[in-house]
């Protein structure tokens, strides 16, 4: 991965040169040490930098370290109150990493939320075995608010991206998704989804494209009031349920 200079490191807040300069920062100390566990099966992550002010010159690690000033650290910093220690990771070592060990997949269609795909990332990285497949036009997974939601999951979870929904049916053979009237998630049948659909916050995924994939509805049963779930809940359950039975 080649150096960036100060201005181009500060430019990474913006999706358009992430993808230019293909890395983004990941900050925090626990983002760090989550980053040094996943470069222990994912060895492309060593290719990543740190960037520390002196109070954390001190710091061990695999990575390339760089010490900066307090000033370009809290230009580097998308926080109120910076940490002083900073990664720039490269993107390529995530996409698709690990993709043949994942037993089943999640598919986000248009996911628009930071905060949710944050959380999901994070429950998948919890149960394993799942590759987290992201539709054109969902929000970029290595937007800074997605890395923190995650808590380091982002480095753990194999994802693929811009990946069409009409993809899918020629790569699984049972998929799922959400519906009021679905079967219960109790059912056995849903023990047997390969890939797991959920659609955008507010739009869902339009019904016709779900038919032409020859999908599987289940249901979240609810007694409450309460007209729908969040979107990292349902995964959360989904992904629960599937681990549970298994």
């Known amino acids: 991965m080649q150096r960036l200079s100060t201005d181009e490191l500060r430019k990474l807040h913006n999706k358009k040169y992430r993808q ?13 040490l989550e980053l040094q566990k996943a470069a222990l099966t994912n060895p492309a992550l060593l290719d990543s930098e740190i960037y520390v002010t002196e109070s954390w010159q001190d710091w061990q ?5 760089t010490v900066v000033s307090e000033k370009l650290m809290k230009q580097l910093s998308d926080t109120t109150t910076p940490q002083g220690i900073i990664a720039r990771v490269p993107m390529v070592a995530l996409r698709g990493a ?41 929000v970029d997974p290595f937007n800074s608010k ?19 929904l009409t993809e899918l049916r020629s790569r699984y053979q049972t998929i799922a998704c959400l519906d009021m009237q679905g079967a219960p ?3 056995a049948s849903f023990q047997q989804s390969q890939c797991l659909v959920f659609g955008n916050e507010a739009r869902g995924v339009p019904r016709a494209q779900l038919d032409a994939l ?24 989904c992904v629960y349920e599937l681990n549970r039975a298994s």
């Open 20 to 32: 230019q300069f293909e890395c983004f920062l990941a900050e925090g100390e626990h983002l760090v």
């Open 61 to 65: 690690g695999p990575f390339r370290k």
């Open 98 to 138: 690990r993709q043949a060990s994942a037993e089943r997949a999640i598919y986000l269609f248009e996911t628009q939320d930071p905060g949710n795909l944050g959380t999901i990332l994070r429950t998948l990285g919890w149960f394993g075995g799942f590759t987290c497949l992201l539709s054109p036009g969902c």
């Open 146 to 164: 997605v890395v923190r939601a995650s808590m380091g999951a982002v480095f753990h979870v194999p994802m693929e991206l811009e990946v069409p």
């Open 185 to 187: 998630l109790s059912s």
């Open 214 to 237: 020859g999908v599987h509805t289940f249901s979240i049963i609810g007694s409450g009031d309460v007209e729908s779930l969040n979107l990292a809940a349902a995964v959360n359950m």
